[in-house]
């Protein structure tokens, strides 16, 4: 049963760099597509894209211009890295496993808080 | 793309009966028969509900179930009990988009 946990910083500096982490174990990366979600406290849910480890990508157009996803295979890891924060990029980041067809995600990670402030 | 247009709020009675409902467009609810519906307890992840409209995972009571009309799907709760208390989240597949999420529905047990 595939499981995911996500890490990151907690907080990063206005303009700078958010890079976050997504952990699996109980299966391997290269076997589905993974998905980014946030939701800024007490908002509600966005979506922010998928990876295949193939190569097949998709990014919200809204985040297109700042945003990266990759995948480490040899770490059975999904990885996200989104440039030029700011106080809007605050948010809960949950990474998800998405069955691309059903268009569903299933099982999501606990989540991590990131907080852009200086 | 807008996101899915929820209600905010949502309650009823225990035993009861509740449907919470997701509205787009002919352009993702109306054209594809891929919308999802997710549970989310507070300070938890959302857990997926219902898939494909009206599928549900294993695991997930029956008392849970989906449909959709046109541009609207919908998330029905039969026989309300406490513990359904939480927010509701409708997706849809959106072609370039991918994946739009609704606001959010906050259903209350009264």
């Known amino acids: 049963q595939v499981q995911l946990q996500e890490s990151g910083p907690g907080r990063v500096n206005p303009s700078e760099t958010l890079s976050l982490t997504c952990s699996v174990s109980?299966?391997?990366?290269?076997?589905?597509?993974w998905s980014w979600i946030r939701q800024p406290p007490g908002k509600g849910l966005e979506w922010i894209g998928y990876i295949h480890y193939g190569g097949d990508t998709n990014y919200n157009p809204s985040l297109n211009s700042r945003l990266t996803l990759s995948v480490d295979t040899s770490k059975n890891q999904v990885s996200l890295r989104l440039t030029s924060v700011s106080a809007a990029d605050t948010a809960f980041y949950y990474c998800?496993?998405?069955?691309?067809?059903?268009?569903?995600?299933?099982?999501w990670g606990p989540g991590t808080l990131v907080t852009v402030s200086s | 793309q807008s996101a899915l247009t929820q209600p905010p709020s949502a309650s009823g009675s225990p035993g009861q009966s509740v449907t919470i409902s997701c509205t787009g467009t002919?352009?993702?609810?109306?054209?594809?028969?891929?919308v999802s519906w997710y549970q989310q307890k507070p300070g938890e992840a959302p857990k997926l509900l219902i898939y494909e409209v009206s599928k549900r995972p294993s695991g997930v009571p029956d008392r849970f179930s989906g449909s959709k009309s046109g541009n609207t799907a919908s998330l029905t709760v039969s026989g309300l009990q406490a513990g359904d208390e939480a927010d509701y989240y409708c997706?849809?597949?959106?072609?370039?988009?991918?994946?739009?999420f609704g606001g959010g529905t906050k259903l209350t047990v009264l």
């Open positions: 997706t849809s597949y959106a072609g370039i988009t991918n994946l739009l």
């Open positions: 109980g299966g391997s990366v290269t076997k589905y597509y």
């Open positions: 002919t352009s993702d609810v109306g054209r594809y028969n891929y």
């Open positions: 998800a496993r998405h069955d691309v067809w059903g268009s569903w995600l299933d099982p």
